[in-house]
């Protein structure tokens, strides 16, 4: 549920039945406050891989 939504994907969510606001709720707040680092470091990653194909 937390690779749902640090990769930002509602979809899978609703594949497990949860809602956005479900999900947060489950996640719980210490989880919750990682998740944007988490979602700028892939993105960063991402695009550093994509640099060097």
Do not use: F, S
């Not at 899978?12 to 989880?31: C, D, F, H, K, S």
């Not at 892939?42 to 060097?52: F, I, T």
């Amino acid at each position: 549920m937390a690779a749902a939504l640090v990769l930002n994907r509602p979809d899978w969510l609703a594949e497990m039945n949860y809602t956005l606001a479900e999900a947060i709720e489950r996640v719980g707040p210490q989880w919750l406050a990682l998740i944007p680092e988490a979602a700028r470091v892939l993105e960063y990653e991402d695009e550093h891989v994509a640099g060097k194909a």
